[in-house]
């Protein structure tokens, strides 16, 4: 539920055929050439629609705009030209919507968290959200490989008369090989703060000595797909009440309250399909809703 926080700590590590990793102290992510990338993305209200303000990007992260029509809502698509996360990245994203914008932003594919040595993946996303700006922050899934450390951090500012929908997936292995994590680490981090003050925290986190027991039902039962989605605008109980709704039809476990002024959903699969599934269903009625902005589905998620 929202705000619980997932502490294990280290235990034995296995390589993914089961035997005892070998230790070498010159095995060090430290060693290898490490990504470093950032994007920075202000868009801003006009007569005309949404207009980019502010634009920067460095390698391995690159912006497009495709184009979506006449519509106003501006999408934006973050592209990881390197194919995936090693131990050692840093990745940063930021997006700003000042007053008046309407932006979706979301990614070209789903991210892949390679298996690392010894360093965590470190990836930092920032969101503003001024007065009177719509927000949609919808990356595609991330998939973390076995043996893969990722720490992940969402900061997210949040405006009075602003609009936001932010959501994250974490797909636990890779399900076409049959991969199951026997060790790693991940941390999952949220704060949201309202005109500087916070409002919701909350941190997920795995570590080595947990993973065998994810299939406990005190755990994750047999889910290997998770989502947190979170609303902030007017009408909080419609969006509570509708998707409650839509929950019922979901082939995964959904749960959602309000909390912080804000309306924070979960959602747990056995399956990536699954999770998708029921996020595309979730969006789509979201998307139907009067002023909604956007907060529909991704053109990029049906490529």
Not at 254 to 278: D, I, N, P, Q, Y
Request: hydrophobic content about 40%; glycine content about 8%; aromatic content about 6%.
């Amino acid at each position: 539920m929202p705000g619980n926080t997932w502490i294990a700590h280290l235990a034995e590590v296995t390589n993914p055929i089961g035997t005892q990793a070998r230790s070498t102290e010159s095995s060090s992510d430290k060693d290898l050439q490490r990504a470093e990338g950032t994007c920075r993305i202000v868009v801003g209200g006009s007569g005309r629609g949404t207009r980019i303000m502010d634009l920067y990007q460095k390698s391995p992260i690159r912006v497009l705009f495709p184009r979506t029509g006449d519509d106003r809502a501006q999408e934006a698509v973050l592209v990881n030209t390197s194919g995936g996360v090693a131990g050692g990245d840093r990745l940063q994203s930021s997006v700003t919507a000042l007053s008046g914008a309407c932006i979706a932003v979301t990614t070209q594919a789903a991210e892949k968290i390679y298996r690392a040595l010894d360093r965590s993946a470190c990836i930092t996303t920032k969101l503003i959200v001024g007065h009177a700006a719509k927000l949609a922050w919808l990356p595609q899934e991330t998939i973390v490989f076995n043996h893969a450390r990722l720490r992940r951090r969402t900061q997210i500012e949040i405006s009075s008369g602003s609009q936001l929908l932010a959501l994250e997936c974490l797909v636990l292995g890779r399900a076409a090989r049959g991969e199951r994590l026997s060790a790693g680490s991940i941390a999952d981090s949220w704060q949201v703060r309202k005109n500087g003050r916070l409002q919701w925290g909350d941190t997920f986190r795995l570590t080595d000595a947990v993973f065998p027991h994810l299939s406990r039902k005190a755990l994750l039962s047999d889910a290997t797909a998770l989502a947190t989605l979170l609303y902030f605008g007017p009408q909080l109980e419609e969006r509570l009440q509708l998707i409650h709704a839509q929950s019922a039809w979901f082939d995964c476990q959904c749960g959602a309250t309000l909390v912080g002024g804000m309306v924070v959903a979960r959602l747990a699969a056995k399956s990536s399909f699954e999770l998708k599934a029921a996020l595309r269903n979730l969006l789509q009625e979201l998307g139907k809703l009067p002023e909604a902005g956007p907060f529909g589905v991704p053109k990029m998620w049906s490529h």
